[in-house]
Nanobody, 124 residues
Framework: QVQLVESGGGVVQTGGSLRLSCAAA????????MGWFRQPPGKEREFIAS????????YCADSVQGRFTITRDNAKNTMYLQMNSLYPEGTSVYYC?????????????????WGQGTQVTVSS
């Protein structure tokens, strides 16, 4: 198992940037495929980005393509989400999650471990 803790959320103005971190406890972080999701107020949780176990392949949702970048540092047991050009629609709780297999990176049900979430608020 792996325990995940997100950090880096906060309040930012439209057009601003934030970098979220997801720290993993345990020695098996580099075995897992990782993802970021977000849940806007009153809405369903939605997929943002995914990265393979070695960081060699990344995939982002169309809504954030070109603005958000997912990376990981296995030596530090940490994953990151660099968010640029944020819009008010980006106001959400952001979650990191881990899954065991390559397939279905956008499907939240495929992830077995989740962090507690970090709030991001984009002011207009």
């Amino acid at each position: 198992q792996v325990q995940l803790v997100e950090s880096g959320g906060g309040v930012v103005q439209t057009g601003g940037s934030l970098r979220l971190s997801c720290a993993a406890a345990g020695r098996t972080f580099n075995r897992y495929f990782m993802g970021w999701f977000r849940q806007p107020p009153g809405k369903e949780r939605e997929f943002i980005a995914s990265i393979t176990d070695n960081g060699g392949s990344r995939y982002c949702a169309d809504s954030v393509q070109g603005r958000f970048t997912i990376t990981r540092d296995n030596a530090k047991n940490t994953m990151y989400l660099q968010m640029n050009s944020l819009y008010p629609e980006g106001t959400s709780v952001y979650y990191c999650a881990a899954r065991k297999y390559y397939s279905y990176p956008t499907d939240a049900s495929r992830y077995f471990a989740w962090g507690q979430g970090t709030q991001v608020t984009v002011s207009s």
